[in-house]
């Protein structure tokens, strides 16, 4: 009995599990079967993989190949797995050796010639075999600058099939199309992947108050909305956020390069720690920005976003549908999709800031002179946005129009860096008050934290805010933390009556 083993890895969203290739190579009629719940691009393999071992020279048996892929409980989807099937049914075979692949992990698609392309989701599955103990991976060539993140790895690249075989022992009979040997080359003169840099906080003019804003928001991780009229910078505010916002730490910056892997987008970005920034269009779908797709759900902008921001440009245009399923996100830091073939689970913490001009034309503001609305069209403008959504945003504030511009010599505002050194203090004293609980952030404590902690004088503003119906309780929690972030942005161990009443102040949008 000839049976022939091979190690791959498969991915349910972001979690891996180990995939163990069998081939086995019985008599009967010429037929190739792979069984183990593989998906539509799984099945497909038997021609890509049949015609890719055959331009290896290598003599595909005229029996009965079966190729099973354990656990057969857990769906396998993608052609990842590829050149692991090949390498199973030429271990069958006996055109490698069978002890050749043990602990070795051997990833790739293969095409009809024999080339072996590159894959997605790979930082993941690197990341798993370390934790299982397997050090050797086998991987396709152009994925081997993404392989080079993850240390004490010993990460062989291969171009073809037939080196695979010649790695192994074997003799091969190959020639790397010209066109593969092209993009190899290509890939190899690019520059090393280019700093995910922000322009810098001081290019905004004016809108002082909104820097200062935008400063309080990254210290304490809070939701944020900003009102007014077109052209007063919201969305040149909103980009620069993350340059301000405190660097992400050695397990975000996996995390966040993991979700790049698996979205094919890492060598973009390489691994970096600065905070991602997602700004999908006003016409996107729900499935778009929570996740979808048939089978099992791919990751959406919601989880692209994860560790930075998720900005939503003209916040009012989105359709309610897909406003509404931020709701549930915001609060659990992640989100479930069920699909037919399982459900599927990614991170989503990221901080929601929206952008919104004050009615459908923009220039409903100070008098409102210029504003052609009708008065129900501005109702039905703002009414996507629903209570429970603005209710989960810590800061809603009003962008003014710049009175004027600066002159040259005149002093520019503060850089990024300056303020985010401060947030990076303020959030540092907010990581050391939290440690016990295991929060990084003033938005992450807890409101029986909140209640215990913070002074009676100040929380009987909280509670005239509460009983004038100007705060639900959610939000009587949230411009609490405001208030705790002011307090550690202005150095002080606790807030103030002042901070709480300013926490207050700012959870209120003036429209």
Not at 128 to 139: F, N, S, W
């Amino acid at each position: 009995m000839a049976i022939g083993s091979a190690l791959s890895v498969g991915l349910i969203g972001l979690k891996a599990f180990i995939v163990q290739v069998q081939a086995f190579i019985s008599p009967g009629l010429p037929y190739f079967s792979i069984i183990g719940l593989p998906d539509t691009s799984l099945s497909e393999a038997r021609e890509r993989v049949k015609s890719a071992c055959q331009a290896s020279g290598f003599s595909w048996p005229q029996t009965r190949v079966t190729v099973n892929m354990s656990p057969a409980s857990l769906p396998k989807r993608g052609s990842s797995h590829d050149l692991a099937i090949a390498a199973s049914v030429l271990c069958a075979a006996g055109a490698i050796g069978h002890d050749c692949l043990e602990d070795t992990i051997v990833l790739g698609e293969v095409n009809l010639d024999g080339s072996v392309l590159p894959i997605h989701g790979l930082l993941p599955i690197m990341l798993h075999a370390q934790e299982r103990g397997i050090r050797k991976v086998i991987i396709p060539y152009r994925n081997l600058d993404e392989a080079s993140m993850v240390e004490d790895m010993d990460a062989i690249g291969v171009r073809h099939v037939g080196e695979l075989i010649e790695l192994m022992g074997g003799n091969a009979s190959y020639t790397i199309p010209d066109l593969q040997l092209a993009e190899d080359a290509s890939a190899s003169e690019q520059a090393e992947v280019s700093e995910n840099g922000y322009a810098d906080m001081n290019e905004v003019l004016g809108q002082e108050h909104a820097k200062w804003t935008l400063q309080v928001a990254a210290a304490g991780g809070h939701n944020l909305i900003m009102t007014g009229p077109p052209g007063t910078g919201k969305t040149m505010l909103a980009s620069r956020l993350p340059g301000i916002m405190c660097p992400l730490e050695d397990t975000e910056q996996l995390e966040v390069a993991s979700i790049r892997s698996l979205c094919g987008t890492l060598s973009q970005y390489g691994i970096t720690d600065v905070p991602p920034f997602e700004a999908p269009h006003h016409t996107a779908s729900t499935a778009s920005l929570v996740g979808g797709g048939s089978g099992i759900a791919a990751p959406g902008a919601i989880t692209r976003a994860h560790r930075g921001i998720l900005f939503l440009d003209e916040a009012p245009e989105f359709s309610a549908r897909a406003l509404q399923t931020l709701r549930e996100p915001l609060e659990s830091g992640y989100v479930a999709l069920s699909r037919s073939k399982g459900s599927t689970y990614y991170p989503a913490a990221f901080q929601l800031v929206m952008a919104a001009n004050p009615c459908p034309c923009g220039y409903y503001y100070g008098t409102g002179e210029r504003c052609r609305c009708r008065e129900k069209d501005r109702m039905r403008y703002f009414s996507r946005l629903s209570g429970p959504v603005l209710d989960r945003v810590d800061i809603q504030m009003t962008v003014p129009p710049v009175p004027r511009i600066t002159v040259q010599h005149e002093p520019l505002g503060e850089s990024s860096a300056t303020i985010r050194a401060r947030v990076i203090r303020a959030r540092n004293a907010a990581k050391d008050r939290f440690q016990q609980f295991g929060w990084t952030c003033n938005a992450q404590a807890s409101g029986t934290w909140l209640h215990a902690n913070t002074s009676l004088k100040a929380m009987e503003l909280v509670n005239r805010a509460l009983s004038s119906q100007q705060l639900t309780l959610r939000g009587a929690d949230r411009a609490m933390r405001l208030a705790w972030t002011l307090a550690d942005l202005a150095g002080r161990i606790s807030p103030t009556e002042q901070d709480v009443h300013q926490g207050i102040e700012m959870r209120t949008r003036v429209s």
